[in-house]
């Protein structure tokens, strides 16, 4: 098994030149310590085999040295020819490596590790530096690989700009929805997908939401979020077991009008939607089923009191309810929590209300 892997190791195209000269150049060490072994006094072939790699490296320690003309002659040719060697194999080892970067830059790679965060479509690159940044900032995805898929750059570009291939680990260049590409961006092995929109090209939906549910469908362990340019599309989510979307055309209207009506309310949202400074929105990660204690009868309202009472650094602003399509938010205090649902709320950082369940439930009244 493993000399059919060593033959086939071997029988690769691009290690025939280098294999070629690798052999040349211990032949041409093999005849020079004969010769040179033969020819000079006092010289074993043990000898000329020294003598030969200080004079293929130009190391010459001088400790040997050729006094007859057959000797002489050797040690040129061998010299020469060990000089020529290492220019070539310094050659094709920089041009190895210039072809893999002009690969990685124009996405023409493959990406093998694992865990990674996918981020699919690249509508502009100073959109995809934002998200970076924000990525940057964020506690879960900060030292999480990232790695670029898209069929396209801005500006028709072939290539990558180097300012942003240096802060991914990966960039893939191919049309989205095939398995070919998605496997080429290993997929498969990803934490999450995350499809970034255009406001100028609305069929880059349609492409989204078939690709994530491609994705779902071979990989549904990998959690697929969307952002769109039609409200329509957040529609389709349930129907491909999409994991999330946002829709940043209503986003932008409503935060306009709320502006208009409110003037200061957009640096309410910065700091909510941002990861740098200030509060943000989380959604609990466990059902307050799996609380510790009884949790019947309890109300939202018990929660708000209790979190108060015991100084926890979040805010319950309402519930997020599989049965409900929207977010139950502001919902009334006297709201009962049933087993599914998940605790949305306003903290600094992401809090773990589960290991807190039973000082909750204790604060019962």
């Not at 769109?228 to 077991?241: E, G, I, V």
């Amino acid at each position: 098994m493993y000399l059919k892997y060593i033959q086939r190791f071997l029988q690769r195209r691009e290690l025939r030149y280098p294999l070629t000269l690798i052999v040349i150049l211990f032949g041409m060490i093999l005849v020079f310590a004969l010769v040179f072994s033969i020819f000079e006094k006092d010289v074993t072939f043990a000898d000329g085999l020294w003598t030969a790699y200080i004079t293929v490296t130009t190391i010459g320690y001088g400790d040997y040295s050729a006094h007859t003309p057959a000797g002489r002659i050797i040690t040129v040719l061998t010299s020469l020819f060990g000089i020529g060697c290492f220019a070539v194999f310094t050659g094709i080892i920089v041009e190895k490596a210039l072809q893999r970067r002009m690969k990685k830059m124009k996405g023409e790679g493959t990406y093998t590790g694992d865990g990674h965060l996918v981020i699919v479509n690249v509508p502009s690159y100073e959109e995809i530096q934002e998200l970076l940044k924000e990525l940057d900032l964020s506690p879960d995805f900060k030292e999480i690989r990232r790695v670029i898929l898209t069929d396209a750059l801005p500006n028709g570009d072939k290539e990558i700009p180097g300012r942003l291939s240096s802060k991914v680990d990966g960039f893939i260049m191919g049309l989205p929805s095939t398995m070919e590409t998605l496997e080429r961006a290993n997929v498969p092995k990803a934490k999450a997908c995350l499809f970034m929109s255009s406001a100028t090209d609305t069929k880059l939906d349609d492409t989204n939401t078939l690709t994530a549910g491609l994705i779902e469908k071979n990989c549904p362990e990998v959690v697929t979020i969307i952002s769109c340019s039609r409200p329509a599309t957040l529609k389709n989510l349930k129907a491909f077991n999409i994991d999330g979307g946002i829709n940043a055309t209503d986003l932008n209207v409503g935060l306009l009008v709320q502006e208009l009506e409110d003037p200061g309310v957009f640096e309410v949202y910065s700091q909510l939607s941002s990861n740098l400074g200030g509060s943000q929105i989380y959604i609990s990660r466990t059902p307050v089923g799996s609380w510790e204690g009884d949790i019947s009868q309890l109300t939202i309202g018990q929660i708000k009191l209790a979190a108060i009472r015991l100084s926890f650094p979040a805010d319950l602003i309402g519930v997020k309810r599989e049965s409900e399509e929207k977010l139950l938010l502001s919902s009334g205090n006297d709201l009962q929590l049933i087993a599914t649902d998940r605790l949305v709320y306003l903290a600094k950082e992401r809090f773990e209300w589960r290991s807190h369940s039973l000082e909750i439930i204790g604060q019962k009244v």
